[in-house]
């Protein structure tokens, strides 16, 4: 069938709107007409390709309504709303154990552009797809039935896409990463759409101090309204050493969003005896070149810890529920990120996520009925 999607080929400021032709969906398929889809920035980066092959329809955070199943799919029917996030293998150790952020295939699965056996579903190959298992920049697109989380029909669906990426990665980080909990103290470094999604979910479980640091001064406020107690400057003398006077001893976790050297150093040295630092993007090199590394003996000496994070360590199919109950109990209202775009703007939407007029820029792609 014919499609329209946004296309990432060669040197462009974001990928440009094309007419293609979608296949039928396979055995274990589901074709879902989107709804919405947010802009993470892992879009960004991979738009100039990064990691996965060109020409391809990225986008993974998709929300939209089943339209056609491909044999042997189960627990779908034709007009389930629902919210699409990362694809996975469903055997491996990790995926068994509830972690499918960590399969053991999810860079060929989610960056490869391909399904495993080397296909693709748009123009018979010409055009690399299954982003993420979904490449949702698209008015449709084919989906595993592990990508897909089905929703309540009387949900918002143009709000919820958000929640399968950018969301979850920081509210699951909080909740099911780090296991913040009632009387905790944690400070977040950078208040995006991840960062903000963390201090909200801090908010959520009872800590006691969350700690907000970045150099914008809106993102702060709104990150006080949402829920962190103390709101730091980054480009402000001693970030550290005010972080620790916080609590007086430093905090028992902190989480990280950046990619900047000098922050990856006060996630560690914000902490108190035994905390853990938490981080979703691997830091750059610094100005001369250097890759950061963690002061060893400090974490040796206090008894602290570095975690990594994928996907805030969450199963969608249980956890984004969850998320949903806490917004209808107006508990986390992660709609608060969110600035819309019609699909045709999506260059405009590219920019004002890069330049973070933006926290979380979401596509209106279709109709919801």
Known sequence: ?????????????????????????????????????????????????????????????GAGVVEKLGDGVSGFEVGDHVILSGNSCGQCPSCRANRPTYCDLAMPLCFGGQRLDGSTSLEGGAVHSHFFGQSSFATHCLVPQRTAVKMDKDLPLEKLGPLGCGVVTGAGAVIEALKVGYGDTIAVFGTGGVGLSAVMAAKLVGARRIVAVDVNRERLELARELG?????AADEEGVADKVRAVTGRGVDFSFNTTTVPEVHTWALEVLAMNGTAGFVAAPRPNSAGEQWAPKMFAMLAGGRQLRGILGGDAHPGLFLPKLVDYWRQGRFPFDRLLTFYPFAEIDRAFADARSGKAIKPVLLIGDPA
């Open 1 to 61: 069938m014919k499609i329209t999607a946004a296309v990432s080929r060669g040197d462009t400021p974001a990928p440009a709107l094309e007419q293609l032709e979608l296949e039928e969906p396979r055995a274990g398929e589901m074709r879902i007409r989107l709804v919405a889809t947010g802009i993470c920035h892992t879009d960004l980066h991979e738009h100039p390709g990064r990691h996965s092959p060109h020409p391809i329809v990225l986008g993974h955070e």
């Open 228 to 232: 962190a107690t103390d709101c730091i």
